[in-house]
């Protein structure tokens, strides 16, 4: 029996191909044809696979999330930004915590690139706030942070906003608070999303999908539960039954 698929809620589901080689993630994307989600690479993949995988991804028709967290000096990531912006993705991000000169910088690598090149199509620019695996423990005591991971959250998403930027990643514990802090448009791209009954693995603040897309979140990231499933196809068709309960 064939699953009709709700594309608009597919292409707010983001699958972390997080693999260590293209042959690897090239499986899994066979497994999941027909189904027009996002899909997110992230540093392992790219460094293997390097530019070429994206291209083959965008060539297939996929949206791509590349997930590489740049944190530098504002001049070097203006200038990875806009190399990536020329590699054709629809999102990347970098590490709120760079501060607004950088975060700035990386849109203005964006800017100069699509100056260069009108025919490229402008990525959504989007910041770390804090890892969905950093509890309030880590924060305060190893990281040097105080307060709330929530209060944190918020002051990074507010930093993100005046610099310039789409949106922010955060956990989906903290995408209302996000939202009424920097506006509905402002994006919300969660990782820590387990279907319910899963294990959490090393995720801290975690929701299901179907609370995540309840709670406000624009876009769900899911690595684990669909590419260690025994039948990933199934997992990724359950989470989108699940976001489509939270939606209603």
Not at 163 to 183: N, T
């Amino acid at each position: 029996m064939t699953s009709i698929i709700n594309e608009q809620l597919a292409r707010r589901l983001m699958v972390a191909l997080d693999y260590p080689d293209d042959v690897s993630a090239r499986e899994m994307i066979r497994k999941l044809e027909g189904i027009p989600c996002y899909m997110k690479v992230g540093m392992q993949l790219f460094y293997q696979a390097g530019p070429k995988f994206v291209e083959e991804l965008k060539s297939l028709g996929y949206s791509v999330f590349l997930d590489l967290k740049m944190h530098d000096i504002p001049n070097t990531v203006k200038s990875g930004a806009n190399s990536i912006t020329k590699l054709g993705v629809d999102m990347f991000n970098v590490h709120a915590a760079g501060g607004s000169a950088m975060m700035s910088a990386a849109m203005r690598g964006v800017e100069e690139a699509l100056a260069a090149d009108p025919s490229l199509n402008r990525p959504w620019v989007i910041a770390v706030t804090q890892l969905t695996s950093t509890n309030q423990l880590t924060m305060n005591e190893e990281i040097g942070i105080p307060g709330s991971v929530e209060d944190a959250v918020i002051r990074y998403a507010k930093l993100t906003a005046a610099a310039g930027l789409d949106g922010v990643v955060a956990s989906p514990l903290e995408a209302e608070g996000i939202k009424a802090a920097c506006g509905a448009d402002f994006l919300t791209v969660t990782p820590g999303i387990r279907p319910a009954g899963s294990a959490a693995d090393d995720q801290s603040r975690t929701k299901t999908p179907g609370q995540a897309i309840n709670g406000g979140c624009d876009y769900i990231v899911v690595g684990r539960p669909i590419t260690a499933a025994a039948d990933p196809r199934a997992a990724a068709l359950q989470i989108l039954a699940e976001m489509g309960n939270g939606q209603a």
